[in-house]
C-alpha cells in the first residue's frame, strides 16, 4: 500500500455537492481517505475569475501505482466535467492533483511527483500543513511547515467553516 497526499479544488458548480461527492468517489475508487484537512476559499492561482475556489488536501492509502492512480483521477475530474486542454488554468468543477506519493520522486512524460509548485502555493500548503506539517519534501528537503513559512504567495485563505463532512 502506498501513502499519497491529494490535493482537491474547485470553484464551479455547487461546491458543497462536489466536495461530498469527491470525496465518496475517492473512497469507492482510490482507496481508504486517512486524513482530511479543513476546506478553504482561496482566489484563483494563475488566472482571474469571480468564482473562488474551494481547495483541501487529505491522505490516502492506495493500492495504485503513480500513473495508474492519475488515470483513474482523471477520469473522476471527467465526471465533474472537466475538460484537459490548452488553457493551464481555468475554472472548474473539480481539479485533483497528486502532491506525494509516499516519499519518491517521479518524472515523466505524464506525470512529475512531487508536484512541481507546492512549495508557492499558499491553498496548497495551509491545507496540507493542518495534516502533515512535518512531511519532508522529497527533493527540496523541508518540511511542510517550513514550506508554508517561506512562501511567497500572499493569498488570503479563508477556512470554510459551514462545510460539514
Given at each position: 500500500m502506498h501513502t499519497?497526499?491529494?490535493?482537491?479544488?474547485?470553484?464551479s458548480g455547487n461546491k458543497q455537492n462536489n466536495f461530498d461527492n469527491v470525496y465518496q468517489i475517492i473512497k469507492n475508487e482510490l482507496g481508504e481517505i486517512l486524513k482530511y484537512s479543513s476546506i478553504y476559499e482561496t482566489p484563483p492561482w494563475g488566472f482571474q475569475s469571480d468564482d473562488y475556489f474551494w481547495n483541501s488536501v487529505i491522505e490516502i492509502e492506495t493500492e495504485f501505482m503513480p500513473e495508474e492512480l492519475l488515470g483513474k483521477i482523471h477520469l473522476i475530474e471527467k465526471k465533474f466535467k472537466r475538460k484537459r486542454g490548452s488553457k493551464r488554468y481555468s475554472s472548474r468543477e473539480m481539479d485533483i492533483d497528486i502532491l506525494y506519493f509516499d516519499d519518491i520522486y517521479i518524472e515523466t512524460e505524464m506525470l512529475t511527483i512531487p508536484h512541481p509548485r507546492i512549495h508557492q502555493r499558499k491553498f496548497v500548503l495551509v491545507p496540507l500543513n493542518e495534516i502533515a506539517p512535518d512531511f519532508k519534501h522529497p527533493l527540496l528537503r523541508f518540511a511542510t511547515f517550513e514550506m508554508l513559512e517561506n512562501c511567497m504567495d500572499e493569498?488570503?485563505?479563508l477556512k470554510v467553516e459551514t462545510f460539514n463532512r
Open positions: 499519497v497526499y491529494l490535493g482537491i479544488g474547485g470553484n493569498s488570503v485563505i
